[in-house]
């Protein structure tokens, strides 16, 4: 195993700091998410279309690579529960919260209310885990939350009492993965349990989807699947073997700052200086997270 081996060569300290990159790579992973799905909305495809496709291919390369490494693909029949609940609040609630928000408001509003995850990370990794809440924590989030609303001050933030609610909501059903995560890898891989966390999530998924897609759309549907879903939440998962949730959530953030420089390069999205503020902030935040 991947973790066991980086484990054994650098322990201590230096597997952490990977721990670290392992969380910054992820968050960069999860930055290309925008440029795949403004391709595919050209296709003209609905939301969850694209998330059922996307947990698919990424089944398949999970399966695949599972298999290479004479790994069990499924959990226990012990763990069913756990990985139901794990799947509805952290992948299909999720999702479902987070786009009906991006609907009924603004993606600038969505992705504001998304990335108050690390404030809830903050809590459930004291309360759960007994992570200390140290003040170069609470300065982190503090810093991330403001660069964030500097993202996104463009937008239009005049919304409802709804989309309030189902966008905070987003964040609290967003944060919950990290702590399903550092459960599930205390008994088993990580790339186990992004398998089996997506499976469920695809049963979920499919009574909503529209399974009808173009055949040019597919491409792009596989780049979804494979970089910011495999490789992203197999970083992710593994680094939350050595880092606290809490810190994991807010390195987390740097996400925002990729898909803009991102979509600068690729669509000539110019920035303002608040953005560049802003981004510049979620870094600081993230750099600050791991003291």
């Known amino acids: 195993m991947l973790s066991k081996h ?8 230096l597997a952490m700091k990977g721990g670290y990159l392992f969380v910054f790579l992820a968050a960069v992973m999860w930055g290309t998410l925008g440029i795949f799905a403004k391709f595919l909305y050209g296709f003209n495809l609905s939301t969850y279309t694209i998330v059922f496709y996307r947990v698919l291919f990424a089944l398949i390369f999970l399966a695949v690579y ?17 990985y139901l609940g794990f799947s509805f609040f952290s992948i299909f609630l999720f999702y479902s ?23 809830y990370s903050l809590i459930f990794g004291r309360i759960l885990f007994g992570e200390k809440l140290t ?54 891989e990580p790339e186990r349990v992004l398998f089996n966390v997506l499976l469920i999530g695809l049963l979920f998924l499919l009574p909503v989807t ?33 880092v606290e949730v809490s810190k994991a959530s807010i390195i987390a953030t740097i996400e925002p ?27 600081a935040g993230a750099i600050l997270a791991k003291r």
């Not at 919260?97 to 600038?108: A, E, G, Q, R």
């Not at 596989?222 to 998962?237: D, K, R, S």
């Open 6 to 13: 980086y484990k054994l060569k650098f322990p201590g300290t």
């Open 135 to 188: 003040p170069s924590k609470l300065t982190a989030v503090f810093l991330v939350i403001l660069g964030v609303l500097l993202l996104n001050l463009d937008g239009k933030l005049n919304v409802s009492k709804l989309a309030l609610l189902t966008g905070l909501a987003s964040g609290l059903t967003y944060s919950l993965y990290g702590v399903f995560v550092k459960f599930a890898v205390r008994r088993e």
């Open 97 to 119: 919260l987070y786009f009906y928000t991006v609907k009924i408001s603004s993606v600038s509003f969505a992705v504001l209310m998304l990335y108050t995850a690390p404030v």
């Open 66 to 82: 599972l298999k290479v490494r004479g790994l069990p693909l499924l959990m226990s029949k012990d763990r069913l529960p756990f």
């Open 210 to 242: 529209d399974l009808r897609v173009p055949t040019a759309a597919l491409p792009y549907l596989l780049g979804l699947a494979f970089f910011p879903t495999f490789l992203g939440y197999i970083l992710y998962n593994t680094a939350l073997k050595t």
């Open 257 to 283: 700052v990729v898909a803009i420089i991102l979509a600068y390069f690729i669509f000539g999205e110019a920035l303002s200086l608040l953005q560049y503020l802003g981004a510049s902030l979620i870094i």
